[in-house]
């Protein structure tokens, strides 16, 4: 079956009245997962597993991947406007999102958020329908070698998060690094940095440092500093975006959906990896009239691109599970193991298996792609709203919000005292101007390419050659050391030619 | 005061008919709280879940509470449940053969010896698979190339320390070679292990034979051997019936809470081999493709002790253990 047919017959199942009716409760249950920090798409549909008992296949399967888009577009709302991330695909949206919140541009950032989720989901759709084969094909050559450089490409990605003073954000960064070292050591098994806390063995959870950093760190700074402030409602200002942004918005939309599927469809991507490779780019690309929005009054570049490249990963994320039956996210296990629940065996067979199922998996995606840039874009307003509440209460509401979704990640107390403790760490970072997004970025890189690193040194037999020697690692490096290097060359041979 | 004190009456009253009813289809617990220590959604849990399922159908327990708490093998969830549940009866903690490597190795205060063998559940026997490109194409090309120079035979599998492990170091013991010459890469999470067999990265994989039985049906990797007691695929030999001396399987079990009485003991191991007996259960056996290894009582107790002090021995032998 070709694709245009395997689509039609799609299109066909999934435009029934009860599957249209799960896909809506699926964008819906998504949408508001996704908003709250802690609780993510992986959770959510794991809770959801008792229907697979009750309900048929393909209406369970709708409900999931509606859950499983709709967290993608729920998980920017927060981050731009409260500076709390929902789930780590969004990390990087806070950082020019919050920006333009405070200044006054909430409503446009949400826009292009919401219709960069729809165009890069879109995008990345098509990608299933059309290309997946193919691109897992391809990602299947990477092995740890390719994995290891293609972090260290991303740990360029940092200098354009430094700030203003280097030492300062590679501090961060350390920190960062040190927080991912927690738990129990993948290769060997031995626990590091756990001090007998059975609870730090797995490591500590990557969306509670980024919500302590964030949110808590920024309401214990402000709780700090401003004791006598006049009450400062912020300006909600436009909601609507301006033809100026639509033409900003569009290229990095495309950008970020280019960059976010093949990162998604890679075994070991994700979909962190590609928003921070898509700030970067963003970054550097920016027209110079705009150049110094980015970490000041906040560029719209530095969301559109980011969530568009969220969504698009996302989108990649179901392919290898699709075409070759392999769990590459937590997600993507739990749908798995829905499919085992129905006696059906994912594997490289299931598109010919089950191609009835799979083909309206994905029309059904197309049908909640479109479902949620409805239910979301009336949406913006009212979510914008959200910021005339005075400052005093909006961040203590901010905090209860966090410590309710902290919570609900592992039930456990330790990981409040990690919250606090990682908040008042962050709120001196502050008061001392060290960066926060680098810790973030070295949390999440860290430990990924450490093992990696690993994984490709114990298959080398400990031959360090083997990151030079296997050519697309070679060309990964190299494209490391020209982002790197590249700008400031430029720099250098820019202000020659204009002296 | 009265009118709540109305509705607790009558509350209870519609309780008690609830239990009457209930009991006619020989109730055997009014609760029963399930503890398992990993995340909704894997093997632990499923297996928690299809204790409930069938329970339910066949009316055994009147109501049913979860807990979930996942991390590093179950050494995360297990603490919690010995403090909180010590000396209860109705409780049960689900669990299986990679809590007693994890255990050992992450060096925990409390392992699980700490609580209370029931029942052995289901089991499921390793596999050992090359990729369809590869130029081993048996298990004798294997064993050689593992014999010849174990450093060069990469193989991918779950997290070090884990049941892949220990069957590729057990394997190197049998060669005569030493176990800490494997050149093991632990994956984290069946995807990346699968996409690094399936791309040829590495030179071998092992995992549970569901976890790549497609694969090999599909003809993307190829089965070299599966490491039950009988025959696992068809075509596939065991490493047993090829003169390897290894049985080995991701075993699946309940766990009673520490310092229950025996008379309790013996109430949750009824229950068990009562849920054991359902039909619902055998439905859900068969579905899901599980293998039944239902060993109840003090011959399961005897079989935690020896494989305990197996698994303590290889992991000592794989360094990662003191």
Not at chain 2, 22 to 37: C, E, H, K, N, W
Not at chain 2, 89 to 114: E, F, K, Q, W
Not at chain 2, 153 to 160: F, P
Not at chain 2, 265 to 287: F, S
Request: charged share 10%.
């Amino acid at each position: 079956m070709n694709a245009i047919d395997g689509l039609m017959l799609g299109f066909g199942h999934a435009l029934s009245l009860s599957n249209l009716g799960w896909a809506l409760l699926g964008c819906f249950l998504g949408t508001a997962i996704g908003v709250l920090p802690g609780i993510g798409p992986a959770l959510t549909i794991a809770l959801l597993l008792p229907i697979t008992f009750s309900v048929s296949a393909t209406g369970a399967f709708i409900l999931f991947c509606g859950v499983f888009y709709g967290a993608m577009y729920g998980g920017s709302t927060t981050s731009i406007l409260l500076n709390t991330p929902g789930e780590s695909g969004s990390i990087i949206t806070a950082l020019e999102g919050a920006k333009m919140a405070r200044s006054g541009r909430a409503g446009p950032a949400l826009a292009t958020s919401a219709i960069g989720s729809f165009v890069a989901g879109t995008v990345g759709t098509l990608g299933i329908a059309f290309l997946g084969p193919i691109v897992v094909e391809l990602a299947l050559q990477l092995g740890p070698a390719e994995y290891f450089m293609l972090m260290v490409l991303c740990f360029v990605t940092v200098s354009a998060v430094l700030g203003g003073s280097a030492l300062r954000g590679l501090t961060s960064l350390g920190f960062g690094l040190l927080l991912g070292l927690v738990g129990v050591d993948l290769q060997t098994g031995q626990p590091r940095l756990t001090f007998g806390v059975p609870e730090l063995l797995d490591g500590v959870n990557v969306v509670l440092v980024a919500v302590a950093l964030f949110a808590v760190g920024e309401t214990l700074y402000l709780a700090w500093r401003h004791v006598e402030g006049p009450a400062v409602v912020r300006p909600v200002g436009s909601i609507m975006m301006t033809r100026q942004d639509w033409r900003r918005s569009f290229w990095p939309w495309m950008r970020g959906a280019g960059l976010g599927f093949p990162f998604g469809v890679l075994p070991a991507g994700g979909t962190e990896m590609p928003t921070m490779l898509s700030y970067y780019m963003e970054r550097k690309l920016v027209r110079p009239e705009h150049a110094e929005e980015f970490g000041t009054s906040g560029a719209i570049e530095g969301v559109a691109g980011p969530e568009a490249a969220n969504n698009a990963a996302a989108a990649g994320v179901l392919v290898p599970m699709l075409t070759l039956g392999l769990p590459t996210s937590a997600t993507a296990a739990i749908m798995l193991s829905a499919f085992q629940s129905y006696g059906i065996q994912p594997g490289p067979l299931l598109f010919t298996t089950q191609a009835d199922l799979v083909w309206t998996l994905i029309a059904s995606l197309f049908i909640a792609n479109v479902m949620l840039v409805v239910l979301n874009l009336p949406l913006v307003g009212l979510w914008a709203r959200i910021l005339k509440i005075p400052q005093p209460q909006l961040y203590a509401g901010i905090l209860v919000f966090a410590t309710i979704g902290t919570y609900g990640i592992s039930n456990s107390v330790v990981d409040l005292v990690l919250l606090y403790g990682i908040g008042i760490i962050a709120m001196f970072m502050r008061r001392f101007d060290f960066p926060v997004a680098p810790v973030v970025i070295g949390m999440i890189l860290g430990p990924m390419a450490e093992n990696a690193m690993r994984q490709a040194l114990t298959i080398s037999q400990g031959d360090w050659s083997v990151f030079v020697t296997r050519p697309i690692s070679l060309v990964i490096l190299l494209l490391a050391l020209a982002a790197l290097a590249g700008p400031r060359l430029y720099g250098v041979w820019a202000r020659r030619a204009s002296a | 005061m009265t009118s709540r004190r109305t509705l607790i009456a009558a509350s209870a009253g519609l309780a008690a008919m609830g239990l009457s009813r209930r009991a006619m289809a020989q109730q055997l617990f009014d609760s029963m709280f399930i503890f398992v220590p990993a995340g909704p959604g894997g093997g632990w849990d499923g297996l928690g879940r299809a204790i409930e399922q069938a329970s339910r159908t066949a009316g055994l327990v009147g109501s049913f509470q979860f807990e979930n708490v996942g991390g590093a093998g179950g050494m995360v969830g297990l603490p919690r449940f010995i403090s909180q549940r010590r000396g209860r009866g109705n409780a049960l903690l689900v669990g299986g053969a990679v809590m007693v490597g994890a255990g050992i190795t992450n060096r925990t205060p409390v392992s699980i010896r700490d609580v209370v063998p029931i029942a052995r559940m289901t089991s499921e026997p390793g596999i050992i698979v090359v990729p369809a490109s590869s130029d081993l194409r048996t298990l004798a090309d294997f064993t050689n190339a593992l014999k010849a120079n174990p450093g060069a035979t990469s193989v991918a599998g779950g997290s070090a320390g884990g049941i892949d492990h220990i069957i590729l170091g057990l394997m190197l013991k049998q060669l005569g070679r030493n176990a800490r010459e494997a050149s093991y890469v632990a994956f984290a999470g069946g995807g990346p292990a699968q996409a690094a067999i399936l791309g040829a990265q590495v030179k071998a994989g092992i995992s549970g034979v569901s976890e790549f039985s497609e694969q090999v049906k599909a003809g993307r990797m190829r089965a070299l051997a599966t490491t039950g007691e009988t025959r696992s695929l068809e075509g596939v030999p065991t490493l047993k019936e090829s003169g390897i001396d290894i049985v080995m399987g991701n075993w699946r079990g309940l766990f009673g809470a520490p310092g229950i009485s025996a008379a309790q003991r013996q109430a949750l191991v009824a229950y068990v081999t009562a849920v054991h007996a359902t039909p619902a259960w055998r439905e859900i056996v068969t579905t899901r493709g599980w293998d039944d290894a239902f060993l109840v009582g003090d011959a399961f107790a005897q079989f935690m002790q020896r494989d305990h002090a197996d698994t303590e021995q290889v992991l000592r032998d794989i360094g990662l253990a003191s």
